[in-house]
């Protein structure tokens, strides 16, 4: 029982990756992704793995999970049939929503459809008010009725969610119990379990998305675990939630819209564990893969979260144009920008690329599929950066006509302009919009982008990161091992934790300490209760307690972390101090003379992250000295191309220093090191890329 | 010597230059107190060069603002600061309707921006404050006198050193003064911030001037409109358009004639009624960005906003009418106005591009403002919350329920407005088969209900339209259902203007469907 397994399922690839506790070794593994049943694809790659190895699925104490399921659940509108139960005269909220448009020029926009429509949508008779009392007692009878109207529409999962019940949750707890006790077939999600905040269409829109996924997703999790039993696996499995933290399968069955985001969450996780490995407490995780691009941020050894999500976007990089759902997410940046985006010339004359992807099928023109228009890869082909013989390891060759045909058609002829100046154009232009989402991304949050270092991952990340971090004003790039299964390696360092969220309006002069008291500490001792059902060390755990706090009139509210502890009056001061210093950090000012005002309290409880100490990563050849080619390589702002040395990445040497321009080709990328900068591989085999700037230049 | 850049490094440089004003304005709304702001995008920043011409302006803005920002500063360049009188660390401040947005709650705030002592550029902002004294914000005030303060253009910050005299004048006419202070500063952060991220930009570039790029932008942006205007059909279309006006006994009518010349649109509203009694009058700013806006979405949506994108539209209004109103006019309530103008347009182009145009929509936006003490919390509260009528059918799909249109104004949701003031809202919810029967349906209004549960009267500023009137269909598509808004227990309300709400009486609000778009199959 030494072995922790990470499984992730993508869109195309199964990733695996198997952790040896005792020897501190990790063993990849990657298949397709199957469907329909993707459990299919677990166990053909577990059984493989663990033949490789040389060990019974016995010997795994832990699995730790993450899967598009939910995600592709909501978008493909493949969820169960769901009622939803709110207060009477409110039962259209979920198809009103904020009345907000999500692009102003656009008459023709189309809006996201409600997961529930009109038929199953039915009001009970209660009133709470804002204070918490109840107007209108809700009667049994009522409660049973309403659901029974449900039932006899066909519907196999309720969500519950009625006016004010954040400040009091008989109502909603009273329908719990009737459907429990008389409708136990029904899936039930009431709001106050799964996000009780202020704001109504919110708080609905996320329980509504709750129980339209809980039944494919119960299902799911049950064959899983019955068939990884059957492979003989006596262990844990934990599930990777949005936050970068893993819950059980019991907390994932409750509550499954927590895995919205469990792969990128792995990828950010992953980043967490290279910047412990590297001793970079702040880190700018980049991952650009076929279609989008990400970044997240890693501030003092955790990453960013946030509690702004949209699941289902009508238009993918559009804020508004999704459903919304206020789950504790890692903060991360989608920008649409990836290896397939196409280049045109717009209607003004300019050059863009992206959002539009050829993705994997047709894919780039060189990949000789039947895709015909210019894409970043066929750009990067073209330059000189990707080398046709060797990509996926040689698995797959490219077409260079091919891509000098498309760019040359599409590009290089209507701007009169050679190809290789159209494919710098397509790579700039790309890089530019990767290096300005990112930057807005940073300052946004109050950080300089300059005091980053940057990750960089996916198959397209270290072929673009070089010129990003120019852009950024980067100075230092490590590109990690296991690049190609970077999320599931995230999924074995993320702690076990469990977030409780509760919605207490009022300004700090007018707090009930009692009464938050009580309130703050029930919140901690579900978490612990949480962790001890998962069978994790308590001793260890800590506990981080924040609030959602704004001047009294603002709509919008900052994330400020709070003392632990008893709270009371005295406690103000304090509580000020860490508002106006979050204030002032973002938004470089202070209002004088304010009151404060706390809207939303959140306490994670958290187990300790599982360490790992890679003593030797993966593949262990040593090489005794350094071989390398040279090619012609085309770097921005040179009139020619430049021979530049081309490595095998297996074959770099610990404690060498190279020179710059290289290329470093690998299976699952190529990185791309230009002019003014130097690199090595530290002793866990990362490349880290030095950059110097000419002064003056950032 | 100004410098011309390729195709790559334009688009390069023109999404930087896009990325800083709407990272400014993201500040702005974010730090802002005013409900209209933060909630509704009601704010606008634009980057302008040495002359006051738009490059770029904040993406996600109303359209109130359309060109309204480069207008002011070019008044403010001829006529009150020349532009060897500009100084590093200068701001202007005015709100005067005229030159700024049309009502006295816009706040415009001008910035040079200055390289190496030379004046390069102006950066704006302009936002609606959360008070500007008067009577409670609406339709209520009878002359521009009762609308509040008026601050004429004044240096707030004259080379650094602020202006105090005149920061204690706003702060003691205004009912929230904090939070009209605290917005004003927003405002002055965000000028600052997109001054400090053009100034990197440059630094970058290496580069000291802006109007090559400036032009360039200005160029692309008007050669795309014009292109777009040119593809239609030359003519002159005219629409005729009946509003509430006080929704009593004095409706107006709003006379459109567009005229497709070529590649230029000339919009001119002879025959549109007088200005009106209530505070529904548009200045001609105001007017010209709700006219310009239509024309836009169905000319040129995608293309970035600035100056070029406007060159080809010319508007003009007979002077004293609604939409060209003169002095001592009120004008309050002009975004009732204003959001109306686009069913004008649409209706007169329709008869030129049928397929890129939508039928009417529930609009007006719907604004309660409410005002009194809450025994609750021991404090006086104002409190600003907005509702939305049916969105209009599309040539090839139906309109949406309860959307937004032309302005962009979220819902305050009911949970937060209960905590705001000492009310109980009883329903919101569609108001079934109300949009326009068509090809295309038009979209559902709502119905809002709320009652006074305090003890003490509320005072109410009520903001309604198409209590008379409708929602017209386009094209054979039928017309929506018109609003409706009453007292239970039954007394008379009027649509618009200043009322109480006394304790245990409830407001029903009914908004108006979208029209429909095509015949019924």
Partial sequence: MRYRLGVDIGGTFTDFVLLDEAQARLVFGKTLTTYPDPTDGIIVGTRSLLRDCGIEARDIHTIVHGTTLVTNAVIERKGAPTGFITTEGFTDVPEIGRELRYDIYDIFLVMPEPLVSKKYRVGVHERILASGEVLKQLSRDDARTAVQKLVQRGVKSVAVSLLHSFMNPSHERLIGEVIREEFPHLYVSLSVDIMPEIREYERSSATIMNAYVQPITDRYLQVLEQRLQELGFEGKIHIMISSGRLTTVQGARKAPIQLLESGPAGGAMAGVFFSSLTQHRDMLCFDMGGTTAKASLIVNGAPEITHQFEAARVRRFKKGSGLPVRIPVIDLIEIGAGGGSIAYIDKLGLLKVGPESAASQPGPACYGRGGQKPTVTDADLILGYLNEEYFLGGTMRLSREAAYEAVQRHIAAPLGISVEQAAMGIRRVVDENMANAARVHIIERGFDPRRFPMMAFGGAGPVHAFSVARLLGVSRIIIPVGAGVTSALGFLVSPVASEATRSYVKPLDEIDWEQLNAMLYEMEQEGFAFLRHADADVSQATVRRVADMRYVGQGHEITVPMPLGQLSEQSIPAITSAFLQEYEFRYNRTVPGMRLEIVTWRVAVSAAAPKILPSQHGTNGVASKTSYTQRLVWFEGNAAPTMADVYRRYDLVQGVVYTAPAIIEEKESTTVIGQHARFSVDEHKNIVIDMYYPEGSV | MKQRFDAITLSIVWSRLIAIVDEAGTTLQRTAFSTV?????????????????????????????????????????????????????????????????????????????????????????????????????????????????????????????????????????????????????????????????????????????????????????????????????????????????????????????????????????????????????????????????????????????????????????????????????????????????????????????????????????????????????????????????????????????????????????????????????????????????????GGMGQKFAFKNISHEPINISLLTEKTKTVARGLNGGGDGKRGRVYIKPKRYIAPKGLDKLYPNEELVLELPGGGGFGVPD
């Avoid at chain 2, 960005?289 to 100056?307: G, L, M, Q, R």
Wanted: glycine share 10%; net charge negative.
């Fill in chain 2, 37 to 441: 702001t933060r909630e509704s995008n009601d704010f606008a920043v634009v980057l302008m060069d040495a002359y006051g011409r738009s490059i770029a302006q904040s993406s996600i803005s109303v359209p109130s603002f359309l060109g309204v920002l480069p207008m002011l500063t070019k008044v403010l360049l001829e006529r009150y600061f020349p532009p060897n009188s500009w100084r590093e660390g200068d701001t202007v401040i005015t709100n005067d309707p005229w030159l700024c947005a049309g009502h006295k709650p816009d706040i415009g705030l001008v910035s040079p921006i200055m390289r190496n002592g030379a004046l390069i550029g102006f950066i704006g902002t302009i936002a609606h404050s959360p008070d500007i004294g008067g009577t409670l914000w609406g339709a209520g005030g009878r002359d521009l006198y009762e609308e509040g303060l008026m601050i004429p253009p004044t240096k707030l910050i004259d080379a650094g050193k602020e202006n105090t005299v005149l920061l204690d004048i706003i702060e003691a006419n205004v009912r929230a003064p904090k939070q009209t202070i605290g917005d004003i500063r927003a405002q002055l952060a965000a000028n600052e911030q997109g001054t400090r991220a053009l100034l990197r930009l440059m630094d970058e570039m290496n580069i000291d001037d802006i109007q090559g790029i400036a032009e360039q932008v200005i160029e692309a942006s008007e050669r795309a409109m014009r292109e777009a205007i040119m593809a239609a059909p030359n003519g002159t279309y005219r629409y005729e358009y009946d509003a509430d006006g006080d929704g009593l006994d004095e409706p107006v009518r709003i006379c459109c004639t567009v005229t497709i010349a070529d590649d230029e649109i000339i919009v001119d509203y002879e025959g549109t009624s007088p200005a009106h009694r209530l505070g529904i009058n548009a200045v001609l700013n105001y007017t010209y960005a709700y006219t310009a806006y239509p024309i836009k979405c169905v000319f040129s949506p995608d293309v970035p906003n600035n100056e070029g994108s406007f060159r080809p539209i010319h508007v003009t209004a007979p002077q004293g009418s609604l939409l060209n109103a003169q002095k001592p006019s009120p004008l309050g309530a002009r975004n009732i106005t204003g959001n109306i103008l686009h069913a004008a347009v649409f209706g007169a182009l329709a008869q030129a591009v049928p397929n890129q145009v939508q039928a009417d929509c529930g609009s007006a936006c719907w604004c309660v403002v409410l005002n009194g003490y809450d025994a609750r919390r021991n404090r006086e509260y104002v409190e600003y919350f907005f509702l939305n009528g049916g969105y209009g059918a599309r040539p090839t799909m139906d309109g949406i329920p309860t959307l937004s249109f032309p302005t962009n104004v979220a819902n305050v949701p009911v949970e937060v407005l209960e905590n705001s003031a000492p009310i109980l809202v009883t329903e919101k919810s569609l108001r079934r088969n109300s949009g326009g029967n068509g090809a295309y349906k």
